[in-house]
């Protein structure tokens, strides 16, 4: 209940955010100038929701795959789908090594389901049916659609920002010059703050499809075994090519590579007998503790659509019954 009020809270601030920027912008300049700016963003962002899916499976080498390639893969797909009352979604492979797992599409009814062949020489069987049953809570909880919308609003204080520096570079005093640059510099000020919000929202949507993962069936502990594997898994990725190719598409999956190598340190304090897992014991020692972040950390995770994974974890050991 907590993460979807948080949720409510963070949409009903984004969009009393617009608003309020509308309102004023559109007495200032125009009524019909601040619609432009709306329909400017929208329509970018159509474009990307639209060719989105694609982009995806491109830049991730996806080859679908049929229930006679991979019965096992598909069987797990179709019982979770099941469980979770959706369209069995498209199965596919990544033939990138980096082990890690994603899900996207325009609908429910358009979902796919995603695994690279490095997870697969990774997880065991309970691990990867965790791991899948995320992917899935991210389509059940339309996570694709709910994300680009809020993203709108931070594209439209961007358009907005400079239509306004523009209009007081070259419209003169007549156009209000004079306090256009100040606007302006206001505009991409509630740019970067939205921007914020909205990656914000996107931690929410992770914690949430980990809620989903456990509210399936799979047990809290191989959830975060799961990420616990895919964090150390990244951090010795030496394929820099491979890394530079998904730079764009981190966003889309279970864990961020780019942060692997800060969350060894951090979760090597879980793994209190060096196994290579986080058992039940030690994810219920670790619903007894506070976890407690650096300034660093936090200010890192500011900045990234992914929760800093040590409280990922400590939010999966509340779910532990």
Known sequence: MWLQTRMFLLVAVLFGILYGVITGIGTWMGAGSAVLYIV????????????????????????????????????????????????????????????????????????RVCVTRGILNLLNKDELRAVLGHELSHIKHRDMAIITLLSAIPLIMYWIAWGIMWRGAFGGRSQGGGYAALIGLGAFLLYFITNLLVLYGSRIREYYADLGSVQLGNMPHHLATALYKLVYGNARFRNKEELKRVEGVRAFFLNDPARAWREVRELSQIDRDMSGTIDYDELMELRQKEVRLGTGDKLMELFTTHPNMLKRIKHLSTLVV
Request: proline share 7%; hydrophobic share 45%; net charge positive.
């Open 40 to 111: 400017i963003a929208f329509v970018f962002l159509g474009i990307q929701y639209l060719v989105g899916p694609y982009i995806v499976a491109r830049t991730m080498k996806i080859k679908w795959v049929s229930e006679k390639e991979e019965p096992g893969l598909h069987r797990m797909v179709a019982e979770l789908a099941r469980d979770a009352h959706l369209p069995k979604p498209k199965v596919g492979i990544s033939q990138l090594a980096i082990p890690n797992a994603f899900a996207f599409g325009r609908t429910r009814r358009d979902g």
